[in-house]
Each structure stands twice: as structure tokens, then as C-alpha cells.
């Protein structure tokens, strides 16, 4: 079997196994024909929710627009509230929106709100040559064919580029024009409340027949009237009806669009009433002279296309035909001879499950959206699909090498052994004799049960650089072949390597400390301190056991310490006291002033010419260091031998050992960590059903004070003080509630929300600080609803409550954006609050600088440093940028008055 077979069957297989995707249902790409495809782009809006995304042919969403109105429903004519009904993309990359009998909008690229005008806009919208915009509307007038009944009756609004109307044409002055050419359906069903339900305004473009017959020139409007089975152009300067077709043929069409031969392709749904009904759907292709139809594609049987209520249909440049099946959430694209090359169903779901419809799909021409994506940022990272695949990873100095040697403990841990070596052969020859490589190979002979082949390419591994502490865990059995090779165990007994990972600080207070440690093997441990200016270790800890369910780790106490003091401190593992010394400061005590400094940071993805960045940060002598999440991106929440490699990778780094061991450390996740990009848990405890599983794994990792609520209500947030400085260390993952087309959805959850609340309110302290994973401001990640800009009115919910409650001394940290940057958060009612991010510790990857922020940087990986002195009368913090390189880029003081009520 070749390669190629291979890698299509184990893609299969793990398809087969997902449990991402429902049973038996399709969801996103199923048929993509490289060779036949058109490499359009395509860009749908789910019909329930208030977003459009930019999808290449292979599934992925390269851009995404959101924008949620806050105003309130006014019509109950549609029933769909305040979600989007059709967008589509302009030239300039901004994006035309209707919401259906409320408004239309447009909005720049990254989601702002250029201009918007409240009217019953519907179903379709034009952009003019001169920059005017053209939108289907209606209004209720005095039903003609019944009087004293009111019929929404159609009408087209023309609006300047800054949104001001300047012309209007109404469908009724018009009802005889229509009469002239084609025979009308008329009275209207009963059961219609508006007429004719146009669908459609397109200008028509250049044409070849427009030179023929000038009802056909650019500039004139095609449009469409549903229930009026009739498709028909409109002179734009005289606004006569001058074409029609349709009855007798068409039932319910959408969709009528002018191709490059002057010919028409329309949407036949093929449903007129409740009682008259094809029951399938066709596209035709009409010569508009003629009236004769020249192509037709249906489905087979006639029945398995069917789209009674929507549609679209598109004719691309190399012939093929992309059509939306909309009513399903589905899309395909066929060729001139009806064979379908590729084909999409949409992954959103209602409430209850039900797959949401997708009234269209536009396609854009590739060359077009790629300039645009050159001159804005690609942004690849908005909302991808979370599907576990096989796929091998692209490989080179400009990728992000800290995914490549983790994915290949994900094939291993799968099963999938030769994939891995495959992916390893091909890993060497980028990066020749590359330690973590050889790594990988130990790895994965290992988990083939070859413990021979295995401790050769371990000892291959060692030699170029990596520690003999990476062997000695069992990355969930994967490694345990190995270790009970007896080779390797004679190996490991000459090292004495009885301590794998730690120490790390923790939960230090005024009187006491704890430390984190894992051994290799189940065993005893213990803490011996003294003052540094003493010579005995007469300070002793209790003796704790690490355990296998706890991945061999175990959180030592020392108690009964001095505040502010600094002490020397060993281990004492099975007895054997340890020959290294390490030492310690304990914190002052709680409500007391002082002067000192903290540092902060995420995104800190494994990257080995990155790792002094540790050293950089030792070098600071900071008492404890804040990680906001992202710190060693795992991206599988259901591979606990993924997250093992992850957080074992890290926590045997010798750098972050250094820092580790005198610098407490406090810990919190982001997606990267918990799930997976842009993941997000859910209200329940439970679900999904891993969410428990990382949590448990999460805290086998760190040495934080407490983990959320513990077993009964799981997470990551926490408290903390050093002196009068209070920190309020956030979960942004586990309880978060999918944003998207949900106002009002949680961030936080409710138990944790109330946590924060009561807590600020509490607290005394001079400065209150608020670490979020995610950032505050609004516009650090333009066009994305992964930040607080997806959850406004959580975000306001919180800044209303410090307002209200007269809370001084708020200070915001956040992480996430691959750059260090400082953002002023205006509120017309209270003090301006202050937000200090930086997410680029280790990083490869960067993300560009936002012109909201005060300042920024992205050139070199970096972190924040907090300076407070809450001494001075006016009590300060400054927030310093710091490369890896330790040079100082921007800082900005901000004084206690600034964050004060009434000053």
C-alpha cells in the first residue's frame, strides 16, 4: 500500500472515530475534487446568527465578521429577532449586512460599524457603480385586491455612502408594467402577507446583449418576485418594468443573476404555496431573448435536491455552478455536466440541534480575497474547525515548531505508528540531528513496545540536549515500555535521578510557602529550610508521599516562616537529602505597603532558542510571576498523553527549573491549554465530558493556591495578595457559553461571576488586579469574539458593578495576543480603566499591533512587569515592557488617583 493509501485510510479511520461529528449526520467538507474545483472563495451566514465567514475550498475559515446589534426587535414579520439574514462582501473587503424588517449595515473589515439605517430591509442588497447602495424593502399599504386589509408591499431603497436614502422605487406603482409581459398569479394566495416578495436586486453588469436590446444595459435592476413566479429587470432611469419571465415555469424563485453570456441562471426552488409544489428543485440557465432554457441541473433522484423557501445559485469562472440547498445548511458546486466536486454542510446547530439553514453562498474570486487578506492580516484563527486529523504539519524555520514532535505523540497515542515515523523522517531532514526529533523516535518505538530502538534514539536524545527527565515520566503508558527496559534502568539508577520535575513555588504567604515536585518513582518528600544567614536546615516540613494517580507529584507546606525573609531550602526525597539548595522570600503580610515588582505573560509555546527567556526573567529577582494561560498549548483535550508531553516538556526546561525554583508561580489556562483554539467549555459542569479529566490533569501541574471551586465546581480561577496589591486570577474557558448569535452569554459562569464580584467588593486593598486570559479592550483582536468583545455584556456587567460600587484601584492584565501592549478602557461614568497585556513569552508566532493601544511590541518575544509601590501618598504601579533580551521598550505609570472615584 503506498504512503499516499496509507494517510487515506488512517484519515478515514479517524473520521470513522470522531466524536466530534454527530452520528450518521454530515458536517463541513465531504466532497472536495482538487482537480475540478474552483479555487473561489465562499462566504456563508448561518441564518440564526449574527456573523459571515470566508471559506477557502478545503473548509477553512480564513475571516470572519461579527457584529451584534444591541437595539431591540421591532417587527415580528420574519421571526428570527435580531440575526443576520444575508451579508455580502464588497470589493474594499467591507461587508453589506440586512437584518430582516430592522436595518441594514455595513461594516469594515475587522467588524466596524460604518453606517447603518433602520428600514424593512430584506433578502438582498446591490452595490452601485458610484458607491450608492440598493436594498430590498416593504411597506404595509392598502391591499388592492382586498380592500380594507393591509399587504406589505415590496419597494427598492437607494442610500449615499454615508447611509442617507436618496431614492425609492415602489413595487405597486408598478403592478400593471408586470401585467404586460407575463400573466400574473393574481389575487395573491391568502396565505402571502407581502407582495411579490422580491428577492433579488442585482445590477446587471456589462452584457453581450445589452448592445441588442437595451432593456438589458448595465446599470438596470434584475429582480425577482417569489410569489409572483417571476423574474424581471427594472429600467433604472425611467423605473418601468421592461422584462419579464417566469410564470408557468418558475415556482418561488430565488436568485436570478446575469452571466458573462448574457444569459440568466435563477433558482427554481420549486414550491409556490402550501398547495402547489414540485417538490425538488432545478437551476436553470434562460437566453432572456428567447425565454428557451439552455441548462439544467437537478438533483438525482429529482427529490434529493430540495431547497423549498431559499437559495442561490453562481456560476464560477471555470464553469462549474455553486449552488445553496439553503433550507438544509447545505452547498455544492457542479459541474456543465451535473457531476457535484464539492460539497459543504453547515456545522451550526440550533438550540435543540437542528442544523441552521444558509440562505446563500457568494463566491469571490481567490486572487481578490487573497490581496485583501495581504493587506489586512491573515487572520486564520477566527474560528477553525476543531477536527482532529492526521494531517502532517508544514514544516519549516517560519512554522510554529513547538506543534510538530506534540503531534506526534498524538499519532502515537492513536495508534498510529508509521504516520509518526513518516512525519519524523520528514522532521529531520528540515531540522538534521534535532534533539526533540530524536525524541519523537524514542517515543514512538516505545509505544510500538520496542524498548531496543526506543533507548537508542533516547540516548541519541540526551546527547544533543534533551533531559534525562523527559524519559522518566509515562506520558500514560506510552513511555512504559521503556522504563521497564532494563537497560534504561540501569541507565537512570547512575544519573540518581530521583527527582524528575521542580521544585516550584507556590502559594507563598507571610508565613508559610508551598512546593510542587514530581519524583520518578512513588516515594517520600520533604522540605528542610533555614534562614539564608543561618547555618543549620532546622525548619522541617511534614513528610508527604508522592502518588501515582497524582503522576507522581506531591505539594509540600512549609509553615511557621517570617514574613519578608528570605530562606535557603533542600529536598529530601526517600530519605536521601538532595545536594542542590535553592532559596525563597515569603510575602509581607496581607493589608501592609509596599514597594515591589511582578512580571507577567502567555504564549508560551515550546520554542528551544526561546527558552532563555526564563533566565531573562530570573534575572528580575520578581517574589512571584503571573501565567495567563496559553503557557504550553496542548490543542487536544481528549489526549491526556498529549497534555502530559506538553506540560513535562515545559517543567523540564533547566531554564524554567531555574526560575521555577525561587519565583512563585501562579497559573491559568486559555484555550490552548483547555481545549483548543478558540474552544470554549460550556455552562455545565460536566459538559463536555473532558472538561473534568484536563482540569484534574491541569492541577497535577500547578502549585496554586486553589483550583475554582474544587470537585463541585471545577476551574482554574483563584486569589491571591502580596502585601495591599490584591489579584484576582480569572477562568475564561471552562463555563464559557458559545457567543456567537447568544447575546448575552457568559464568559465567567455564574458561581465564578458572583466569586469576583464579591470579592472586589471586599477587598481593601490599595490596587485590585484583574488577570483575564483573554484581553478587555474592545478592538485587540478585530473581528473576533474569542476576547470580551464576544461577551459585552458580561464585560459591562462587571465594569458597572465596579462603578456602582465605587471600587478604586482596578488594574487589568490579559494575555492571548502574541505582543506586549498597554490599552486605555474609557467609561463616561467612572475612572478610565487600565489593561496591561502580553502574550509572547517563548512564542514563534506574532500577532500585528492594534492602533487602539497606547503602545506596543512584537518584534522579540517579551513579557510585562509590574512595578507597585503603594507607599508613596499617591500609590503607583508602571507597567514595563521587557524583551527576552531584557531592554526595556515602553512603560507608563499609573497613579492610585487615576483609578479613583471622585478625583
Known sequence: MSVMKK?????????????????????GIIIHNQAKVDDCYRLISSRFLTAAHLLRPDGRVVHSWYYAPTEEATSDFSGFGMTWHYAEMLPNGNLLVIIKDEMIFELDWFSNLVWKATLRAHHDVARTENGHTLVVSRRDVDNP??????????????????GEQIWTWQFRDHLQDLEKFVEQPLPPAAEFRDWPHINTCEVLPNNPIADKDARFRPGNVLMCGRHANTIF???????????????????????????????ILVYDNGRHTSNASRGYTRILEIEPLTGAIVWTYAGDPKTSFYSPSRGSNNRLKNGNT????????HLIEVTAKGEIVWEYWNSDRTLQGERMPLYRTIPYDKADVDALLTQFGAVQDVLPEHEEKLAFEPLGPEHQYKRYIREVVFFAELGYFDHALNFLDLFMQTFPNDPEGYYGYAAVYAAKKNPEQAFEYMTKAIETGVPLCRFTCGLTDLLTPLLQCEKFKRYVEKQNAALVHG????????????????????????IQAKKTNELDFKIRSSIKRTTAKNE???IVLLDDLKPLTTYDYRLVIDDIVQDKIYHFTTFPAKGQSVVFSTGFGGGAGATPKHEYMWDTIGSHHLPFFLLLGDNVYIDHPERPAVQQFCYYRRQSRPEFRRLTSHTAMYAIWDDHDFTFNDGKGSPGVEQPAWKRDVWRLFTFQWNNPFYGGGESQPGCWFD???????????DCRYY???????????MLGAVQKQWLLDKLKASTATFKVVASSVPWAHGTKPGSLDTWDGHPEEREEIFTFIEKTNINGVILLSADRHRSDAWKIRRPHSYDFYEFESSKLSNMHTHAIMPGAIFGYNKKCSFGQLDFDTTADDPTVTYRIFSIDDEEIHRVTVYKSQLSFGQ
Open 7 to 27: 494517510v487515506l485510510v488512517l484519515l478515514f479511520c479517524l473520521f470513522a472515530a470522531s466524536v466530534i461529528l454527530r452520528a450518521e449526520e454530515p458536517q
Open 145 to 162: 385586491w382586498h380592500p380594507g386589509q393591509q399587504l406589505a408591499m415590496d419597494e427598492v431603497v437607494e442610500f449615499s455612502e454615508t
Open 233 to 263: 429587470v427594472v429600467d433604472r432611469q425611467s423605473g418601468d418594468i421592461v422584462w419579464a419571465w417566469g410564470p408557468h415555469e418558475l415556482q418561488g424563485p430565488h436568485h436570478p443573476t446575469m452571466l458573462a453570456n448574457g444569459n
Open 322 to 329: 455553486l449552488i445553496a440547498e439553503s433550507d438544509r445548511g
Open 503 to 526: 521544585p516550584l513555588l507556590g502559594d507563598v504567604m507571610n508565613h508559610s510557602a508551598k512546593f510542587w515536585l514530581r519524583t520518578r518513582q512513588e516515594a517520600s518528600v520533604q
Open 552 to 554: 507522581n507529584t506531591a
Open 720 to 730: 491571591f495578595s502580596y502585601g495591599d496589591v490584591d489579584f484576582f486570577m480569572l
Open 736 to 746: 464559557r457559553e458559545q457567543p456567537q448569535g447568544h447575546p448575552g452569554a457568559s
